[in-house]
């Protein structure tokens, strides 16, 4: 290997590993957005690049671009109706650049949004797309980021949604994800119903007790809780939980919630399920693969 093929190595680990810290480091909304947007641009050196998300119709909308101005493509709608082969195939953009690439992002084996990165130098890409291990760096950087802009996107939610217990409870409801809400006094303040089907209780008799006890069957705080945890750091804590009283192995993010003063007040957990096995980031990183490259391949059929 190269002095410089050593160098873009470690600057390409470099930005995945930025990517991968991205969501306990950034929890504004519009920064993970504007970073997820950059380290595209970045990692494959690209003039410009512009992300798409799934709007409430699941239509792809623009929400961020970095090496033109966002004013040109603000009013560009994807429709749901576009077969995704056709937006990954095509431009999404008329940017009038030499060359493109669309890498979908997919999370749960769902399409969140799409990154475009566009050049002036004609098959810029063609090493990303068809080397394998370019093409798998690729899809580590499109799932760290996809899992970044998910919780980003959950948390912005629940703060537009915090004060209002029907929207609450319509919204988080539908989730399958176990949402709660716990002060600093490990008091469960709020839970969607995920929460309550998980431990077959009354969604009334959970608020207000103690979220150990609820989680782990325990009668004093967890050991590596990470309720605990973002109190202390007053910063997002995730951690993998395999405890017999869930009956599963939980992915587990908790989240800091401020009010207006920037004073704490609670934490917002989120655990998302492992299911049928006991998954390594490694199984985790190839799971996500083969769900991008069935979408690609797969959907020729519709």
Known sequence: MSVSDEKRLYHRIKILSDAFMLSSKALDYKVVLRTATRHFQVFTGADASVLFLNTRDEALAPVCSSGTPFSRIKEVILPRSIRLKDIITRPVLDLRYTSFMNTPLIYNRKLIGLSAV???????????????????????????????IENATLMNTIRSLEHSKSEWESTFDAIDDL??????????????KAVAKKFKMDIRKIVGEKCYKIFHGAEEPWKACPHRRTMETKSPCTVRVEDPHLCGIFHVTTFPKFDEHGKFISTVRVAKEIPNEKMVPEQLIQQESEAMVEIKQNLHLH
């Open 179 to 192: 949402i709660s809400i716990h002060d600093k006094d490990f008091t469960i303040l709020r839970a969607n």
């Open 118 to 148: 566009f050049s002036i130098v004609p098959e810029k890409f063609h090493t990303l797309e068809h080397d394998k291990y370019e093409n798998l760096f690729l899809t580590m950087l499109a799932t760290y980021l996809a899992v970044s």
